[in-house]
């Protein structure tokens, strides 16, 4: 059993800053890839940001500089802050996690359950 547990989120003003977390747990033999992703209401989910467990990186076109991907290989969490928020920033982000349980098994995609981000203009 993997469990991903994300925190933070919140509402804020247009240009205004968040802090997301998300902890990964249980039975774990290796996580590949963790991350972001966001879903807007009547819209497909989208990357928001990537990071590898030797720090390399891959942010959706939109981010522009403006969010910030970080990992704890030790702890098994991944941060995202966001800075300069936009309304259209708005979403439920999930955390995402490619994790492998064991030697012989190859790795699965792991989902949270989703914090919602929401930012006024």
Do not use: H
Request: proline share 2%.
């Amino acid at each position: 059993q993997v469990q991903v547990a994300e925190s933070g989120g919140g509402s804020v003003r247009s240009g205004g800053s968040l802090g997301l977390s998300c902890r990964v747990s249980g039975t774990i033999f290796y996580i590949y890839s963790m991350g972001w992703y966001r879903q807007a209401p009547g819209k497909k989910r989208e990357m928001v940001a990537l990071i590898t467990p030797e720090g390399v990186i891959n942010y959706g076109d939109f981010v522009k500089g403006r969010f910030t991907v970080s990992r704890d290989n030790a702890k098994n969490v991944v941060a995202l802050e966001l800075n300069n928020l936009k309304p259209e920033d708005t979403a439920l982000y999930y955390c995402y996690a490619v994790v492998r349980l064991d030697s012989v098994t190859s790795g699965n995609q792991y989902w949270g359950r989703g914090t919602q981000v929401t930012v006024s203009s």
